[in-house]
């Protein structure tokens, strides 16, 4: 099974959707620990994501995630558009113009898009982050690959990671961001990066079924 | 022509402040503020960061500073999205300080990796030396007569000026002393109205380094 724009470009209005269903839920986690926009910014990107794929349509997987970035890291003011910004313009750049999105495909998207929040934010695995979620994620979707699953199962399996990655970040102390300044008070509570990164990966896994 | 230098905050009135401070010691330089989003708030606007580091750009390449977090990954996004990104330089350093320095370091035409170093080391208190660190040389004692001292924009005035003689030039106030290169240890210094600096000079061009910062002092920076 593999997915075309068309599809693409459907996982990524469902994810404009959960964000908006999600938009409270953020701005609360945020608001904990950080400066309470992540919501808000997130919505608001990924509203104008979607006014941006009303407008031309993308006829290219790759052409879709392009858009998406581009749009991201005009339209969101916080750390999250330049990091979810730099993760869809490397994945879009691993994609290039191949028509079809596979198995193969999406995992090098998966890993560029990791790379690339790493590369922009400088974190690792533990500093409480959208990291935290990526990681497993990308973990997860390479051993369900290698075990035969199609673009929905790896996508499942990478969101079930994540969703768990996410949970993790509760335990940690942040040592990234605005919640870094708050140290060991920041304990107890789910980065909202991690969160978001959680669930734009269920989104997408929910589309491709 | 001279490096450009772009200031990245999540506040416009920061970066536009900044702005105004740094260009009252590198006149010639263009300094563009790109602080806040486009609707007034509080943030950093990518397009508008791409857009002042095109616009800073006069052919010797543009330095970009900035204040928090994000603002770093949005300017180095946007350096990496320029037809040649090797054109510009993120700086990491403080940014008020930062701009300061840079601002005084293209002023004086140097290229983009020195304005980048300056701006980088100007967090760094070892500009101040102890004053033994450095003997040698010709050397003179001035006293300042101008209302502010080795303020700012004498401070500003005096390393543009420096930079056209091939010496090092070293300024000592008490038991204190300054590289004449870096108008941050210059301020530093602290030196007043009515203080005597002793300034030291060795290279091929002392001799003239110094009677130029006699002029500089005798005719009170141009107050």
Redo the contacts between chains.
């Keep these: 099974m593999t997915c075309k724009a068309e599809g693409v470009a459907a996982a990524v209005r469902a994810a404009a959707a959960v964000v908006a269903e999600h938009r409270v839920e953020l701005i609360d986690l945020d608001r904990a620990i950080g400066d309470g926009?992540h919501g808000e910014?997130l919505n608001r990107g990924f509203a104008a994501v979607v006014a941006a794929l009303d407008a031309s349509a993308p006829d290219t997987p790759g052409g879709v995630l392009k858009l998406v970035a581009t749009t991201l890291?005009?339209k969101v003011?916080?750390?999250a558009?330049?990091?979810y910004?730099?993760a869809f313009l490397r994945a879009s750049a691993k994609l290039g113009t191949a028509a079809d999105l596979d198995v193969p495909a999406l995992l090098d998207a998966l890993r560029a898009g990791l790379e690339g929040v790493q590369a922009?934010?400088k974190a690792v695995g533990g500093d409480a982050t959208m990291v935290d979620a990526l990681i497993p994620a990308v973990a997860a979707a390479e051993k369900a690959a290698e075990d035969g699953g199609d673009v929905a199962a790896v996508l499942t399996a990478a969101a079930d990671a994540a969703d768990r990655g996410a949970e993790s970040t509760v335990e940690l102390v942040p040592r990234k961001?605005?919640a870094s300044y708050l140290g060991e008070r920041a304990v107890g509570h789910t980065d909202p990066g991690a969160r978001s990164s959680a669930l734009l990966l269920r989104a997408f896994a929910e589309a491709a079924r | 022509m001279s490096v450009g230098i772009v200031l990245v905050s999540h506040s416009a009135k920061l970066a536009e402040g900044l702005a105004e401070l740094a260009a009252q010691m590198a006149p010639d330089v263009t300094i563009r503020p790109a602080g806040g989003?486009s609707d007034g708030?509080?943030?950093?606007?990518?397009?508008e960061v791409v857009a002042a580091t095109q616009r800073a750009d006069s052919g010797d390449g543009v330095v970009l500073l900035y204040d928090l977090?994000?603002a770093q990954?949005?300017a180095?996004?946007a350096v990496e999205s320029l037809a040649d990104p090797s054109a510009a330089i993120v700086a990491d350093g403080p940014l008020v300080e930062g701009a300061i320095a840079a601002a005084v370091a293209a002023q004086a035409g140097r290229d983009r990796k020195a304005v980048a170093e300056a701006a980088a080391s100007a967090g760094i208190p070892e500009d101040l030396a102890p004053a033994e660190a450095t003997a040698g040389g010709a050397g003179i004692e001035l006293e300042l007569r101008n209302e502010v001292g080795l303020h700012a924009r004498p401070a500003g005035l005096l390393v543009r000026t420096l930079s056209e003689f091939d010496a090092e030039v070293t300024v000592r106030l008490g038991d204190q002393e300054a590289d004449a290169r870096s108008v941050l240890a210059l301020m530093s210094l602290g030196a007043r109205q009515g203080d005597r600096i002793r300034v030291q000079a060795r290279g091929p061009q002392a001799e003239a380094a110094l009677a130029k910062v006699r002029e500089l002092v005798d005719g009170d920076f141009g107050e």
Excluded: F, H, V
Aim: aromatic share 4%; hydrophobic share 25%; net charge negative.
């Design positions: 926009d910014n890291i005009s003011g916080g750390a558009g330049p990091l910004g730099t922009r934010g961001g605005r | 989003l708030s509080i943030g950093t606007d990518y397009d977090g994000s990954m949005t180095e996004l």
